[in-house]
């Protein structure tokens, strides 16, 4: 059972690491968003691509939700005494993932494998592939004007009105040779629980991408990321709320209307399920709340059920 895995953060690497613990390395790819990619202090910041890199190596902040587990702020306090923007916070540990990826870089890398490097150095063995190798970059558009998505998120924290989001270079940036290959390869496709408008969008939106999912010949399976009409981690309920989004399960469904055979919802929001299935997607109610890691493991247990190749 060959895998793809679509995501963005920290719902995304939650349910892929829940995968990587049932599946074999050769049995999964995560393609992962970089429309949230920026650059701070020279350098190239992959927020979604080191979320679940983190993860999967077992090094990631879970108070934080972002970043290392024992993380410190020096090298940040420094920048600032120089003079630098600091509302971005970039641990002292984390700085060298970004120095070690904008070098291979400037080097001549593409980001897959600048993303590869860094993963198999912190002793990932399942594929981390971010979407594409070129940029893309996610634009908020606010009732203050447009933000860029690090600005909205972290340094405005998502208070201007969002009206939409512009992915800014989605339309001809080639989706990456190894999310191709993988696209191509996949025995089953799987939506992680993240934010359907700024994590799975951008991936939606590169050149063929949206067509080869909706042509997908094998199961796809999504698991919502709205439980109880709220969003586990996260803007998501809160923009979809101010696009005029119904802010709950029903409302994802409707927005991966044809990209999904397959839809699991929480237990809470089981009185859905007939909505759901009205959508065209079939409903299956789930524990979806991934807390420790048997939950990861057991959602990622009936994902894979769903996916025909039960582990
Ligand atoms: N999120 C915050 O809310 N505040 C931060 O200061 C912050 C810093 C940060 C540094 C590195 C990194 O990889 C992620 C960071 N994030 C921060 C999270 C990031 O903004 C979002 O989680 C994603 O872009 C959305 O998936």
Same mark, same amino acid.
């Given at each position: 059972?060959?895998?793809?895995a679509?995501?963005?953060?920290?719902g995304g690497?939650k349910l892929?690491?829940?995968?990587?613990?049932?599946?074999?390395?050769?049995?999964?790819?995560?393609?992962?968003?970089?429309?949230?990619?920026?650059?701070?202090?020279?350098?190239?910041?992959?927020?979604?691509?080191?979320?679940?890199?983190?993860? !999967?190596?077992?090094?990631?902040?879970?108070?934080?939700?972002?970043?290392?587990?024992?993380?410190?702020?020096?090298? !940040?306090?420094?920048?600032?005494?120089?003079?630098?923007?600091?509302?971005?916070?970039?641990?002292? &540990?984390?700085?060298?993932?970004?120095?070690?990826?904008?070098? !291979?870089?400037?080097?001549?890398?593409? !980001?897959?494998?600048?993303?590869?490097?860094?993963?198999?150095?912190?002793?990932?063995?399942?594929?981390?592939?971010?979407?594409?190798?070129?940029?893309?970059?996610?634009?908020?558009?606010?009732?203050?004007?447009?933000?860029?998505?690090?600005?909205?998120?972290?340094?405005?924290?998502?208070?201007?009105?969002?009206?939409?989001?512009?992915?800014?270079?989605?339309?001809?940036?080639?989706?990456?040779?190894?999310?191709?290959?993988?696209?191509?390869?996949?025995?089953?496709?799987v939506f992680c629980p993240s934010?359907?408008?700024?994590?799975?969008?951008?991936? &939606?939106?590169?050149?063929?991408?949206?067509?080869?999912?909706?042509?997908?010949?094998?199961?796809?399976i999504g698991v919502s990321p709205?439980v109880?009409?709220?969003?586990?981690?996260?803007?998501?309920?809160?923009?979809?709320?101010?696009?005029?989004?119904?802010?709950?399960c029903?409302?994802v469904?409707?927005?991966?209307?044809?990209?999904l055979?397959r839809f699991v919802i929480d237990?809470?929001?089981?009185?859905?399920?007939?909505?759901?299935?009205?959508?065209?997607?079939?409903?299956h109610?789930a524990?979806t709340?991934m807390?420790?890691?048997?939950?990861?493991?057991?959602l990622a247990?009936e994902v894979?059920?769903l996916?025909?190749?039960?582990?």
């Amino acid at each position: 059972m060959r895998l793809l895995a679509i995501a963005g953060g920290v719902g995304g690497a939650k349910l892929a690491l829940g995968l990587a613990r049932l599946l074999p390395p050769d049995d999964l790819r995560i393609v992962v968003n970089t429309g949230d990619d920026e650059t701070f202090h020279g350098l190239h910041v992959s927020p979604d691509l080191d979320t679940v890199t983190y993860t !999967l190596a077992g090094l990631s902040n879970e108070e934080m939700g972002w970043g290392l587990a024992g993380e410190s702020f020096r090298a !940040l306090e420094a920048l600032g005494r120089l003079g630098a923007d600091t509302w971005f916070r970039l641990g002292d &540990l984390d700085l060298a993932t970004h120095i070690r990826r904008t070098d !291979l870089l400037r080097q001549g890398a593409t !980001l897959t494998e600048a993303t590869r490097e860094i993963a198999s150095r912190l002793g990932v063995r399942h594929a981390v592939v971010p979407m594409s190798d070129e940029p893309v970059r996610t634009i908020a558009l606010t009732d203050e004007g447009e933000l860029a998505f690090q600005d909205y998120f972290v340094r405005r924290r998502c208070e201007p009105r969002i009206a939409g989001v512009r992915l800014d270079g989605a339309e001809y940036a080639a989706p990456s040779p190894a999310f191709t290959a993988a696209l191509a390869e996949a025995d089953a496709i799987v939506f992680c629980p993240s934010n359907p408008l700024v994590s799975v969008g951008p991936i &939606l939106a590169l050149p063929g991408v949206r067509a080869a999912i909706e042509g997908f010949g094998g199961p796809r399976i999504g698991v919502s990321p709205i439980v109880g009409g709220t969003a586990v981690k996260g803007p998501a309920a809160n923009m979809m709320a101010e696009l005029g989004e119904e802010v709950s399960c029903v409302g994802v469904a409707r927005r991966y209307a044809g990209l999904l055979d397959r839809f699991v919802i929480d237990a809470v929001d089981a009185a859905h399920a007939d909505t759901v299935a009205q959508l065209g997607v079939r409903p299956h109610v789930a524990n979806t709340l991934m807390t420790t890691e048997a939950d990861k493991v057991a959602l990622a247990r009936e994902v894979l059920a769903l996916a025909g190749g039960a582990a």
